[in-house]
């Protein structure tokens, strides 16, 4: 088999693909660039030479042949050039890779004739070249390979109920690395997952999530370095005649991870010197009603936002305020749920409110 050098023509040996030899990595991998203009590594044991560069491609002559093959085959790193983004956002956890694959229903509203569109996220700041195929009998078929960039995610395909029955079985194989910077070795993964089809009619299989805006139904490759295992899941009889599929809101292919911030509670200081300037002429009555008043107003006025966290502070005192702070619940809020705020950031002195 002929030797893999600069400027060959390759096919990739064990999936869908090629491009042209644009360098070398180091001995075992071999810069590609294939034909959309992306330069990905791949293995050199992996690529086949389908058409040879020629001598007048290498700018070699017959003369001088002899002399160029009795230099270093392999040129050095920075030789390579290598097409990197001006800059890649990294994020404080990103050392350790977490990726998954993620459907999401193009109709959430109608399951039973919904499409679905899924992606390959990589929650990461490595690189990670990858394949992702489904089993067929006992051989595999690529649906998709390619390189994806860090902490971003990159839509794969559109499929509709008559194609579940193909992705009973998948599996993602990836190798990481980064551009032109020291990174931690990251072994490569190989991991093979059972779908289970029948969650892509169950509306509660889709959920709030930190990589999409909308519910999806996620299944993790690998979390924080450490591959997952193969899921033990029966996939059932299904639907199989689907009228063809809808076309879904058009999407971009590559996105950039945003997740959302956590929704934190509001804090209602129920003190009488954070509510009033002063307390001069009022008693301990007059004042538990204006606390209360205070406490009925924020309740009001957030009683329609399921879900929402209010955390009133009313010190730990003679327990007074709380008494009836906790009796207003029970019967103005019967459907509301409280309990003690966090011992570590207000001690004994303040309770949470969830809305229902």
């Not at 956002?89 to 959430?108: H, R, Y």
């Not at 959920?207 to 996620?218: K, T």
């Not at 008693?283 to 008043?293: E, K, M, S």
């Not at 957030?302 to 010190?315: A, L, S, T």
Request: glycine share 6%; net charge negative.
């Amino acid at each position: 088999m002929k030797k893999v050098e600069t400027g060959d023509k390759v096919r990739f040996l064990n999936t869908v693909g090629g491009g042209v030899v644009k360098g070398f990595l180091n001995k075992q991998l071999v810069i590609v660039e294939d034909e959309h203009g992306f330069e990905v590594p791949v293995l050199i044991s992996e690529c086949v030479v389908v058409e040879s560069a020629g001598n007048e491609k290498l700018g070699q002559t017959p003369e001088n042949k002899e002399t160029v093959a009795e230099k270093d085959h392999y040129p050095s790193l920075p030789e390579v050039k290598v097409k990197v983004p001006e800059a890649v956002q990294e994020t404080s956890g990103g050392e350790e890779i977490t990726a998954c694959l993620a459907f999401l229903p193009t109709d959430v509203k109608n399951l039973s004739i919904s499409a679905y569109e899924c992606y390959f996220v990589n929650d990461s700041n490595y690189y990670l070249f990858f394949n992702y195929m489904s089993r067929e009998n006992n051989t595999w078929k690529s649906r998709y390979s390619g390189s994806i960039e860090p902490n971003t995610k990159i839509f794969l395909e559109e499929f509709d109920k008559t194609v579940l029955n193909e992705i009973e079985k998948v599996s993602v194989q990836f190798i990481a690395f980064k551009h032109q910077k020291p990174f931690h070795f990251k072994n490569p993964c190989s991991v093979e997952l059972r779908i289970d089809t029948v969650k892509f009619y169950k509306l509660h299989s889709f959920r709030e999530n930190d990589y999409f805006e909308d519910d999806a139904l996620l299944y993790f490759i690998v979390q924080n370095d450490v591959p997952e295992r193969e899921m033990l899941v029966s996939a059932g009889d299904l639907e199989r005649a689907i009228r063809d599929k809808k076309s879904g809101e058009n999407r971009p292919r590559i996105q950039r991870i945003e997740k959302k911030e956590k929704d934190r509670p509001i804090e209602i200081d129920l003190h009488a010197d954070a509510l009033l300037d002063s307390t001069a002429g009022m008693n301990n009555a007059d004042l538990l009603d204006y606390q209360l008043n205070k406490f009925n107003e924020v309740m009001t006025s957030h009683i329609r936002n399921k879900n929402k966290k209010i955390v009133f502070i009313h010190g730990k005192g003679d327990g007074i305020l709380k008494s009836a702070i906790l009796k207003e619940l029970k019967t103005k809020y019967p459907k509301c749920y409280y309990q003690d705020a966090s011992f570590q950031e207000y001690g004994y002195g303040a309770t949470m409110v969830t809305i229902k």
